[in-house]
């Protein structure tokens, strides 16, 4: 692989990490509302995700949600309603109270963060369509599946530094007031954060590339 085309590629991701987006929406939220370190297993859903997308394109498999469009819309509509659900229920706590009771919520345990990250990257259709069209451009022909799973890797690792300031920046945000309006108050925020992310996600497509 030629250096300027490494570059290229290198340049195009860390710009693409530093444009917030869904998973920075995530990742701010979960660190507001339960704090830097729970943050951290939302940032794993994210990369995880990230990897299963690298893993199928390596594999050709990608093809598949390509070709039959439909299949990836189910899969879309199915996580957003899902976080859906989960922005609504950080809500539901913060009119209840519930939020200014517990400092984490039981859908707050970094199962579920990695869980809910993890669906929402995977229905994104522009994290489908990095690994699927963007990074293949980037790899040698005679090389694809390889150099397909190196820049896939490269790629998370350049990406982690960006969510890791962003979930910093959420923790210091929960720090600053630990009361329990504080509380309530992080707890909508959090809610409308994953709300905000699955309408950013539900109004991607597959053919919209840029952007």
């Not at 991701?13 to 704090?35: E, N, W």
């Not at 050709?60 to 299949?71: D, K, N, W, Y």
């Not at 659900?85 to 109270?97: K, M, N, P």
Request: proline share 6%; glycine share 10%; charged share 10%.
């Amino acid at each position: 692989m030629e250096w300027a085309a490494f570059l290229a590629f290198v340049l195009t991701s860390v710009l693409m990490d530093l444009t917030p987006g869904p998973a920075v929406l995530k990742v701010v939220g979960d660190g507001m509302r339960h704090g830097f370190k729970p943050a951290q297993a939302s940032i794993a859903g994210i990369l995880a995700a990230n990897a299963m997308y690298c893993a199928l394109s390596a594999l050709g498999l990608s093809a598949l949600l390509t070709a039959f469009p439909v299949l990836f819309e189910f899969i879309k509509w199915a996580g957003v309603a899902y976080l859906v659900w989960i922005g609504l229920q950080s809500l539901r706590d913060a009119v209840s109270g519930e939020a200014a009771r517990a400092a984490v919520s039981p859908h707050g345990a970094p199962r579920a963060l990695f869980r809910s990250s993890f669906v929402l990257q995977g229905a994104n259709p522009k994290s489908y369509l990095y690994f699927a069209a963007i990074l293949p451009a980037f790899a040698p022909a005679d090389a694809a599946p390889q150099w397909i799973l190196i820049l896939g890797a490269i790629s998370i690792v350049l990406e982690y530094p960006s969510l890791l300031a962003y979930s910093l920046l959420g923790g210091k945000v929960a720090r600053a007031a630990t009361g329990p309006k504080a509380r309530r108050g992080f707890s909508a925020l959090s809610g409308a954060a994953v709300i905000a992310a699955a309408v950013m996600v539900a109004r991607s497509s597959l053919t919209a590339r840029g952007g």
